[in-house]
């Protein structure tokens, strides 16, 4: 299989693809259940319906001075930099980032100033409606409906993390470097609305700090496990 100038055999050869010089993949089968990927790594824009054959482009606005940098960079030498005052990334609402009562998967790379702080890292719609997941106290918070899912400790400032918000079946649960740090019961649905990446809607409580690779996938959890405690995937 040969995809964007990558050659591979079976899944892998299919997954890859190119997105300003940098090869990136992903790793479930053929992007089932993605339908928002920014690699962040030169400009904002979404490339999920290059994974995945069933998924749109979104459309993508960055506010503020979010911009494109290479202060602080995880993957592809590349990320976006918020600085804490007006600066967040808008995808416009779209249905298939609508699970409702299905599963789901939130992703990204997070690299924050001061995680001691309430920040926003994702945000779609409204208390009730839709599901916004912040940190505050070095802890993350998946809140859907009428309340919210806590994490463990896991956050350090200045560091890069990978940080996902599931749900699988009847249970939300957070992930943080691959280390189930939160779960809980979690059946509300999620109607949804315009998603914002690093603060709420209008940019009150901003993210200070980096962003890359940010992922949506739905009616698939992506990543399992039950025991809050321990590394599930690297």
């Known amino acids: 299989i040969n995809q964007n100038g990558q050659t591979g055999t079976g899944s892998d050869g299919f997954r890859a693809f190119r997105v300003n010089g940098y090869i990136l993949k992903d ?8 339908v928002l990927a920014l690699p962040l790594v030169g400009d904002k824009e979404d490339v999920s319906n290059q994974i995945n054959g069933g998924s749109t482009a979104k459309v993508v606005a960055a506010n503020g001075n979010a911009t494109a940098s290479s202060e602080a960079s995880n993957l592809y030498d590349r990320s976006f930099k918020l600085d804490g005052s007006g600066d967040y990334i808008t995808v416009t609402d779209s249905t298939e980032l609508e699970p409702g009562t299905g599963d789901f998967c939130y992703e990204g790379w997070f690299r924050g100033a001061n995680f001691t702080g309430a920040a926003y890292i994702l945000f779609d719609s409204t ?3 839709g599901v916004y997941f912040y940190t505050t106290s070095r802890k993350l918070y998946l809140y859907l409906g009428s309340g919210q899912v806590a994490s463990t400790n896991c956050l350090v400032n200045d560091k890069w993390h990978h940080i996902a918000f599931v749900r699988d079946g009847e249970t939300g649960k957070i992930f943080c470097d691959g280390v189930l740090v939160g779960s809980g019961s979690k059946t509300d649905s999620v109607a949804g ?12 409580n901003p993210l200070n700090g980096y962003v890359q690779d940010v992922r949506v996938y739905n009616g698939t959890p992506k990543y399992f496990g039950t025991t809050v405690g321990t590394q599930y995937f690297v």
């Open 193 to 204: 609305g315009n998603l914002v990446i690093g603060a709420s809607t209008g940019g009150g």
């Open 127 to 129: 208390q009730g409606t």
């Open 27 to 34: 790793s479930t089968s053929s992007g089932e259940g993605l």
